[in-house]
């Protein structure tokens, strides 16, 4: 099926490795009906395996496989191999104990006590329904392209269980200071950033129970000397769980923007996550589609082998605004890896250029 290829060898090898790949059920990779075509270019090589959620674990050891043989004989192809739901379960509405697709519990926004973050005149949460979708890379892009758009802008990483801000705007190691018993945030390409991260232990889980959350995220919220923000974009960990209903619950937001990768399994998650903030009566800016489709880095050349689409048909289904799409390219994942995200290292990409369309979309809807 793979057209795009002009290396029918290399091809017929790949699918042979594939063929060698067992999967948790017993059968094989290359038979499996969630494999995507298989693109070569010149410089890369890159296929997507799609998966229900409750795989995701199972998939990741076959992602892992085939990406390090396939290295092997890709002639020095960068090789990007996707898993099309990462970490398909919510961390945190296991732990809440919520019941895998009903409506979280969230309360009527008449028994919560909203209070403004001082200095902060709009709070952006980005959500998502499910894991590994994108929404860290998001956070940090968008916060970099609403700064460079000219707003003052924080990012708060409110992933209690999983922070990833540190790594990729390259904080990790700094313990934050504390001035007059308040955080002193990061200071990292013109935004202010604070994340759990740096205070925690390395490699420790932490196991949070639903007041330390509550308490946690307050203290990072309102305990960190912002100054005066335009925005402050919250990264929030997948799902619907303690974290996001205690940020609803103590704070004003702006609004929410919801990301989703183009599968119906994601974009059944992001009708959930939806469900949640409307119940909460907290406005939703919109979707983004991310890894919507993908880029070949040599040839320019896009493919749609995500099924591409879905996200705007969901959001126009629901009502709600398309705020874009972000393409799976290999300088997302790897300026993210290195701490330099692609808004601030290659401002003029396309890939820079879509996020800044989402911010100059999402800019609208905010206080001036
Ligand atoms: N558009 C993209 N192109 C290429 N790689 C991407 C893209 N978006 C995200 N990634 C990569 O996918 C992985 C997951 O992204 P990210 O950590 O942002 O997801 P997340 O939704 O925040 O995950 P979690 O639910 O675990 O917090 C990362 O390795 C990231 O670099
Ligand atoms: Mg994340």
Same mark, same amino acid.
């Given at each position: 099926m793979a057209i795009f290829?002009?290396? /029918?060898?290399l091809e017929k090898k790949v699918r042979k490795i594939l063929a060698g790949i067992k999967l948790p059920d017993g059968?094989? &990779?290359?038979?499996?009906?969630?494999?995507?075509?298989?693109?070569?270019? /010149? /410089?890369?090589?890159? #296929?997507?395996?799609?998966?229900?959620?409750?795989?995701d674990k199972e998939f990741m050891l076959v992602r892992q496989e085939a990406q390090s043989k396939i290295e092997k004989i890709a002639k020095g192809r960068k090789v990007m191999i996707s898993l099309t739901s990462d970490e398909a379960q919510p961390k945190a509405s296991k732990k809440s104990g919520q019941e895998e697709g009903a409506p979280p519990q969230a309360k009527r926004p008449s028994a919560i006590n909203r209070v403004p973050v001082k200095g902060v005149k709009n709070i952006i949460a980005i959500a998502s329904g499910k894991g590994?979708?994108?929404?860290?890379?998001?956070?940090?892009? &968008?916060?970099?392209?609403l700064k460079s758009l000219g707003l003052k802008t924080g990012l708060l990483d409110a992933d209690l269980y999983g922070p990833s801000i540190p790594k990729m705007l390259r904080f990790e190691g700094k313990p934050a200071a504390r001035v007059e018993g308040n955080f002193t945030p990061f200071e990292v390409y013109g935004i202010k950033a604070m994340s759990i991260g740096p205070m925690i232990e390395a490699d420790k889980a932490v196991v949070w129970r639903a007041p @330390?959350?509550?308490?946690?995220?307050?203290?990072?919220?309102?305990?960190?000397?912002?100054?005066?923000?335009?925005? #402050?974009?919250?990264?929030?960990?997948?799902?619907?769980?303690?974290?996001?209903?205690?940020l609803a619950q103590q704070v004003e937001l702006a609004g929410?923007?919801? *990301?989703?990768?183009?599968?119906? @399994? +994601? &974009?059944?998650?992001?009708?959930? +996550?939806?469900?949640? !903030?409307s119940m909460m009566d907290i406005?939703? !800016?919109?979707?983004?589609?991310?890894?919507s489709y993908f880029i070949a880095p040599d040839t320019g050349n896009r493919y749609d082998i995500f099924g591409h689409g879905g996200a705007k048909k969901t959001a126009d289904d629901l009502g709600l605004e398309f705020l874009g799409e972000v393409p799976l390219v290999m300088n997302i994942r790897e300026t993210s890896d290195?701490?330099?995200? *692609?808004?601030?290292s290659s401002p003029s990409s396309d890939e820079a250029k879509a996020f800044l369309d989402i911010a100059n979309k999402i800019i609208k809807g905010i206080k001036p």
């Amino acid at each position: 099926m793979a057209i795009f290829t002009n290396d /029918k060898n290399l091809e017929k090898k790949v699918r042979k490795i594939l063929a060698g790949i067992k999967l948790p059920d017993g059968g094989n &990779l290359a038979d499996y009906s969630g494999l995507s075509e298989i693109i070569i270019t /010149k /410089k890369a090589l890159a #296929l997507a395996i799609s998966i229900s959620p409750e795989m995701d674990k199972e998939f990741m050891l076959v992602r892992q496989e085939a990406q390090s043989k396939i290295e092997k004989i890709a002639k020095g192809r960068k090789v990007m191999i996707s898993l099309t739901s990462d970490e398909a379960q919510p961390k945190a509405s296991k732990k809440s104990g919520q019941e895998e697709g009903a409506p979280p519990q969230a309360k009527r926004p008449s028994a919560i006590n909203r209070v403004p973050v001082k200095g902060v005149k709009n709070i952006i949460a980005i959500a998502s329904g499910k894991g590994g979708v994108g929404k860290s890379t998001v956070s940090v892009n &968008l916060a970099l392209a609403l700064k460079s758009l000219g707003l003052k802008t924080g990012l708060l990483d409110a992933d209690l269980y999983g922070p990833s801000i540190p790594k990729m705007l390259r904080f990790e190691g700094k313990p934050a200071a504390r001035v007059e018993g308040n955080f002193t945030p990061f200071e990292v390409y013109g935004i202010k950033a604070m994340s759990i991260g740096p205070m925690i232990e390395a490699d420790k889980a932490v196991v949070w129970r639903a007041p @330390m959350v509550t308490s946690a995220l307050r203290q990072l919220l309102r305990e960190t000397d912002w100054g005066e923000l335009d925005v #402050l974009v919250i990264d929030l960990p997948p799902g619907t769980g303690d974290i996001q209903i205690s940020l609803a619950q103590q704070v004003e937001l702006a609004g929410a923007v919801i *990301v989703s990768t183009p599968q119906d @399994m +994601a &974009l059944i998650d992001a009708k959930k +996550a939806i469900s949640m !903030f409307s119940m909460m009566d907290i406005k939703i !800016f919109g979707i983004v589609e991310n890894m919507s489709y993908f880029i070949a880095p040599d040839t320019g050349n896009r493919y749609d082998i995500f099924g591409h689409g879905g996200a705007k048909k969901t959001a126009d289904d629901l009502g709600l605004e398309f705020l874009g799409e972000v393409p799976l390219v290999m300088n997302i994942r790897e300026t993210s890896d290195k701490g330099e995200p *692609v808004v601030a290292s290659s401002p003029s990409s396309d890939e820079a250029k879509a996020f800044l369309d989402i911010a100059n979309k999402i800019i609208k809807g905010i206080k001036p």
